[in-house]
């Protein structure tokens, strides 16, 4: 089953595979990426964003969330290749995520992915057909038609929320000495509010709070409009780029390694001198030389 997206559309190409109860891959590719569902009995099991889109990938999206450093990551991606296992895997057996985490985070991957696709209005789609195992460690499977109510709640009013905010990057920050009552927010607002200690960049803070864009800005318009949030601008420059931060992190690493190693050599030298001087002195002379008499 393959064609264009403007002739049959997404929703009713992911209602078509779940209504059959249909297992393989649905590709959907458009603006120069391309974008993999698998399907396992009619229900999304997982999902393969493109590799173009970093801020999708599962790794990304836990190192954006704090669990992660650059540094961990790029060495877990490392051992990717070697042993062929999933990041997800790695990360639950490294013990950097319970299963209860993974799973919260994969159905978030799966959700953002499904919204970006949403949006498409060129491309084309391409199912293949063949049987899908779930992994063990990967969460319970997914019924699209839930995603595509959500999805298509984002379509129609992600526009809105996003108006509220300034254009471009902007950052948010917890106005100072409120007084907030857990109890009279919503559980999008609740983990919002807390995640808003992580970070002043709203896109680190949904990931934080295991919410997507669209969760995210919404509670945030709510906290906003409950007057318990500050917006301000982001100027250029202030936002740090993760391809510049990684080889920050990297040359940082690399300088603590040589002063590492520098110290190591001093205090190996100074060892080495001690013994030297001792072994070498009159005095440790003549006494092992009263020990060979001896015995």
Sequence with gaps: MQGKIADFSIPDIFQLVSSQGKSGSLAISG?????IFLFSGGRIVDVQPDRRESKSLLGTMFRDAGYLTDSELKRFLSSQGTGGMKIGEILLEKGKVSKEVL????????KECLFDVLTLREGEYRFEGF??????W???????DVLLMEGMQFLDEYPRFRGIFPSGDFRVARKKGERVDMY???EEERVLWRALDFSEDPDRVYRKACLTGFEGIKALAALLNRG??????????DRVDPGKRLRDEIAFRRRFDAIRMALWGVAMASAAVWVYRGILSLEVFRIFTEWVDFF
């Excluded at 799973?103 to 799966?110: D, I, P, T, W």
Aim: hydrophobic share 35%; net charge negative; charged share 25%.
């Design 103 to 110: 799973a919260r985070y994969l159905v978030l991957q799966v």
């Design 131 to 136: 049987a899908v195992r779930p992994t063990t």
């Design 138 to 144: 990967g969460g319970e499977p997914i019924r699209p």
């Design 184 to 186: 009279a927010l919503s």
């Design 228 to 237: 318990l949030i500050d917006v301000s601008t982001t100027e250029p420059g």
């Design 31 to 35: 603006d120069d990426r391309v974008t």
